[in-house]
């Protein structure tokens, strides 16, 4: 077996090279520190944005960095010209994307975003009262006009969608676009008229059923005319025909005073004389061949010219006197009336009568078909019956 034999120059000879090996290692390994420090940090640069509001977000995974300012580091491991790639944003200010890149020292940079420049669109509406809604969010853009902001990041074919409605018009939606300028847009009306009636209230008949008073909302969708009558005590009943071709939207009536209701009474008088028999019972103590003769008198004399009685048929015999209509002229009407005495055979006695006043009243130009019955009891004639009755001495 041999034998080796080892100096202390070689002992120092391998030491010499085992150290040799580790610094040229070590040399090889400096541009990656991280092998000995993995965290460790080669740069840190910082960035600030005017305005301070603004938020700085990591571009690719829209990760946010920091709101007005932030600090981006490298490592060790980042060669140089690795970069951050940063966005900058703020209401009302262009957004900006920027890198940053590693130069292997600390320092700081400062970004100033630029004011956006705006354009302005007005949106103006028929009708006025026209109600605009964003489609979006149902929000209220405005009533009748409303304005609408672009920033130049926006592009021409940018657009807000609105829709727009108002009463007794269509609904429509409507974009609006960055290069509009000023839009207008109108309505189409729906086939609706609104019947105004003075007083108002008065009752509106819609072909002859009663619908509301004093205001009512006609669609003409289903039909091309309808039959409108307005009834109010005390006013002249009115009919009339309106056509859906007629251009008014709004069709405004107002009614003619009743001058014959306001120169009649109702109540119990009217219920007492008006169209009714009223029996006339004579005082025995007046002798018979008198009471019919009171009787034509009173009649005969009763009122001025204008209402003054003609008698038409008078039969003493008989006890039957009947007079020629006379007829009270107003404005928008006309009443009639007759008066009629006949024996009344009822009680079985003889010398009993009975009389009626009969009213009856027609619009203007109606002619003979236009009279009808009216249960009013006319102020002209009030105190006839009560006059027959008081000359023959009737209870």
């Known amino acids: 077996m041999g034998v080796w034999y080892i100096t202390s120059n070689t002992i120092i000879m391998k030491i010499k090279i085992t150290f040799s090996l580790i610094i040229t290692a070590l040399i090889l390994n400096l541009s990656s520190c991280c092998v000995l420090m993995p965290t460790a ?86 009708p006025s009262n026209a109600e605009i809604f964003y489609k979006n969010n149902g929000n209220l853009a405005g009533i009748g006009s409303c304005e609408f902001d672009f920033t130049e990041e926006d592009s021409n074919t940018s657009y807000y969608e609105v829709a727009i409605t108002a009463p007794y018009y269509n609904d429509q939606v409507v974009r609006v676009y960055k290069n509009d300028g000023v839009k207008k847009v109108s309505l189409t009306r729906k086939p609706i008229k609104t019947i105004v009636v003075t007083p108002g209230d008065a009752d509106i008949a819609i072909n002859n059923e009663s619908v509301a ?59 007492q004389y008006a169209n009714k028999w009223v029996p006339l019972e004579p005082s025995k103590d007046i002798p018979e061949d008198q009471v019919w003769r009171r009787l034509f008198a009173t009649v005969t004399g009763y009122g001025e010219k204008d209402i003054a009685f003609e008698v038409e048929r ?29 024996p009344d055979y009822s009680t079985g006695e003889k010398n009993r009568f009975k009389v009626r006043l009969y009213f009856e009243k027609r619009k203007k130009n109606t002619g003979e078909e236009g009279w009808v019955k009216y249960d009013r009891l006319m102020k002209a004639y009030k105190e006839l019956i009560p006059n027959l009755k008081n000359v023959i001495g009737a209870m």
């Open 314 to 342: 008078a039969d003493k015999t008989v006890g039957w006197i009947k007079t020629f209509p006379t007829i009270l002229q107003y404005k928008a009407s006309d009443v009639r009336t007759t008066l009629e005495i006949q």
């Open 41 to 126: 940090r080669t740069s840190t640069i910082g960035v600030s944005v005017t305005p301070s509001n603004a938020t700085i977000k990591h571009s690719s995974s829209g990760s946010v960095l920091g709101t007005g300012s932030c600090n981006l580091d490298f490592d060790c491991k980042d060669e140089k010209g690795t970069y951050w790639e940063i966005t900058m944003s703020a209401p009302d200010y262009k957004t900006i994307t920027e890198r940053i890149y590693n130069t292997r020292e600390d320092y700081s940079r400062h970004f100033t975003l630029r004011k956006l420049k705006h354009t302005k669109v007005t949106l103006n509406v028929e």
């Open 213 to 271: 008073k004093g205001k009512y909302d006609i669609n003409f969708e289903r039909t091309d005319k309808v039959l409108i009558t307005l009834s109010r005590e005390g006013y002249e009943t009115a009919t009339y025909t309106l056509l859906k071709s007629d251009p008014r939207q709004t069709v405004t009536y107002e009614m003619d005073i009743d001058e014959a209701y306001e120169n009649s009474e109702g109540g119990d008088d009217a219920a």
